[in-house]
């Protein structure tokens, strides 16, 4: 603790000038793994890669439209065909000096989808069939779809002459990126990653000239260090970054998101393999209340995966409400009778589940043992169980597991297809893993994946609401505002955006360093 209180001071010290254009950040994640084929950078969020678009939008209330960023013009649809012609902007050259043309895109994309890479974020181009090179400024697109491609095209684009056939994990892209974004790694320790902005970048030169991140696993210590003034920013859960706001200058941060918490539910127990207890369970558990009580009012509801950002893809008449009378009267229809431990059992069966959550993760222990506590009164008996992500991965099959997702929410079929369609190959061990679906809900969603983007879109995805609402796979719990402190000073800078399953300090007030600016220059 001592060593990395010395490193965060000398990263702060030295002269008024040299403080002015740098930015101090507390992590609450491991430093590393700067690669886009781990998912670093994969909405196209990254002060150290670009990819051919870019989101934006003026706030988070809206789902953000998908601009240009190493594309010269967004995507055409060549003829009446899945294809697509992206041409390239010229004379842009990655942080190691090399220049960036359509082999660089061309070989990330093929290399996202190499078995031999096994990238953890396969599954979400997997609408990509094909990807090549037209001439050196432009590439082509294929998809086996009828959908506008931009969601897929937002991945960090990194050189081909780093690209590696061997596990993403494994590549040297993970501790030594290499982008054509406006900033650089420096250095990186375990404990603390500078990035410096470069002098060559093809856009705007950020007036923000140094950020530091430092490593901080606990969510107490960051909220420490930003209370004595340590660090400029972190991200914290929404009780504690609210007993911050205000001192001395910190300000607290609350940015939508498409990320949502829930509960799996494991087709190896006899209680939640029967679709009329899940049932139950989605109108046995209060939602305002969890966001109430469990995130301080910093969230909204959720019954699936797709929230009212979505506009008229929403539909709110099909969201569970709580209604803990209709809930016991399905039980009790599906033959699950209280015992005389008041725990409700069906023959042999009881209605009885582990629910594990990730140990270090404050935020799903709360939600967890809040809904442990919503079940109770059902006759449900419900244990929440900290451990580890390696211990969760080998029990998905036989418990419940208090999960996290929208790791995707800039397409609509992204955020919902992996997390309400049966398993595909390639799913992620995370993606519906009781293997749960309605009665046609396959179906619909890849109808609604194949169809091509225009108003009446909107209507498959209500009626996927619908249809889910009658056999619910899950019971999803809200949906996150995920919670920064900043400590801007002088700066000003963008207003946040619409954020994905993905956060901290990448995101929040700092998504977009480069606008950054301070004192109107």
């Known amino acids: ?114 078995p031999a890479v096994a990238s953890e974020i396969s599954t979400d181009v997997a609408p990509i069939t094909e990807i090549t090179a037209d001439g050196p400024n432009a590439v082509v697109v294929k998809l086996d779809t009828a959908a506008d491609p931009s969601p897929y095209l937002l991945l960090g684009i990194v050189p081909s002459e780093r690209v590696q056939d061997a596990p993403a994990a494994e590549w040297t892209l993970n501790t030594e990126p290499v982008g054509t974004g406006p900033y650089r790694l420096d250095s990186l320790q375990p404990d603390q990653a500078v990035l410096v902005a470069r002098d060559d970048y093809w856009g705007r030169a950020p007036q923000l000239r140094r950020v530091v991140y430092s490593y901080v696993p606990d969510d107490n210590t960051r909220a420490q260090r930003i209370a004595a003034g340590e660090v400029d920013g972190t991200n914290l859960p929404p009780r504690l970054a609210n007993t911050l706001d205000g001192r001395d200058g910190a300000q607290v941060v609350a940015v939508r998101s498409a990320d949502w918490r829930g509960v799996s539910l494991p087709a190896g127990n006899a209680f939640t393999a029967d679709v009329q207890a899940r049932l139950a369970m989605n109108l046995g558990v209060d939602r305002q209340a969890l966001v109430t009580d469990v995130l301080a009012g910093r969230g909204e509801p959720s019954s699936t995966p797709i929230a009212p950002v979505y506009g008229e893809a929403y539909d709110a008449a099909t969201q569970f409400g709580y209604d803990r009378a209709a809930a016991e009267a399905v039980l009790e229809r599906a033959g699950w009778i209280a015992g005389g431990d008041g725990i409700r059992a069906k023959g042999t069966d009881r209605a009885s589940f582990t629910l594990l959550y990730n140990a270090q993760d404050t935020l799903r222990r709360d939600l967890s043992v809040a809904f442990a506590a919503a079940m109770k009164p059902l006759g449900v008996e419900v244990t929440p169980r900290g451990t580890s992500w390696d211990d969760i991965d080998t029990r998905l099959g036989t418990d419940a597991v208090l999960l996290g997702g929208g790791s995707t929410p800039y397409s609509i079929d992204s955020q919902v297809y992996d997390t309400l369609h049966t398993r595909v190959p390639d799913s992620s061990p995370y993606s519906n893993p009781g293997n749960f679906t309605a009665p046609g809900l396959d179906a619909l969603l890849d109808a609604a994946r194949m169809s091509a983007p225009s108003p009446e879109n909107t209507e498959p995805y209500r009626q996927i609401q619908r249809v889910y609402a009658q056999a619910p796979s899950s019971v999803f719990l809200t949906f996150l505002h995920h919670t920064y402190v900043s400590r801007p000073g002088a700066w000003t800078h963008d207003a946040p955006i619409l954020e994905p399953h993905s956060h901290g300090v990448t995101w929040g007030p700092w998504w977009n360093l480069p606008s950054w600016t301070e004192g109107g220059r």
């Open 1 to 114: 603790m001592a060593g990395a209180v010395a490193m965060l001071a000398a990263a702060c010290s030295g002269s008024t000038d040299e403080q002015d254009d740098r930015l101090v950040l507390a992590a609450g994640y491991e430093l590393g793994d700067y690669n886009p084929m781990m998912g670093y950078g994969q909405l196209g969020v990254s002060p150290i890669y670009e990819g051919l678009l870019q989101p934006q939008a003026d706030d988070d209330t809206v789902v953000p439209d998908l601009v240009p960023a190493l594309a010269a013009a967004v995507p055409a649809r060549i003829g009446d065909t899945n294809t697509w012609r992206i041409p390239l902007r010229e004379n842009i050259s990655f942080s190691d000096g090399t220049a960036f043309d359509s082999a660089d895109v061309v070989a990330t994309y093929r290399a996202v989808r190499n």
